[in-house]
């Protein structure tokens, strides 16, 4: 059974850092693409990152640049996305997702003080 698991999440306050993490299993994780997205209060799920499958290229959302990091443990079937400097507006919930097309639950991130 394919399946994404996110955790990570929490609230932090503005200028502050996370990690999230997603823990894939039941496929080949080390042959497929991984994305993250994410969804905020009163908006549609937009791109944030995406990671090739050994990690030689990465695609950021353009105005997320410098402040996100994703990265992948091809053998522990782990993909993470570090978040820096967050805003109020990098609240949300944030999703993992195959190139299949897969979705995790998401994990949930509040920014504010």
């Known amino acids: 059974q394919v399946q994404l698991v996110e955790s990570g999440g929490g609230l932090v306050q503005p200028g502050g850092s996370l990690t999230l993490s997603c823990e894939a299993s039941?496929?080949?994780?080390?042959?497929?693409?991984m994305s993250w997205y994410r969804q905020g209060p009163g908006k549609e799920r937009e791109f944030v990152a995406q990671?090739?499958?050994?990690?030689?290229?990465?695609h950021y959302q353009e105005y997320l640049k410098g402040r996100v990091f994703i990265s992948r443990n091809n053998a522990r079937h782990m993909l993470y996305l570090q978040l820096n400097n967050l805003k109020p507006e990098d609240t949300g919930v944030y999703y993992c997702k195959t190139e299949t097309g897969v979705w995790g639950q998401g994990t949930r991130v509040t920014v504010s003080s």
């Open positions: 990671i090739s499958e050994n990690s030689d290229f990465t």
């Open positions: 039941g496929f080949a994780f080390s042959g497929v693409e």
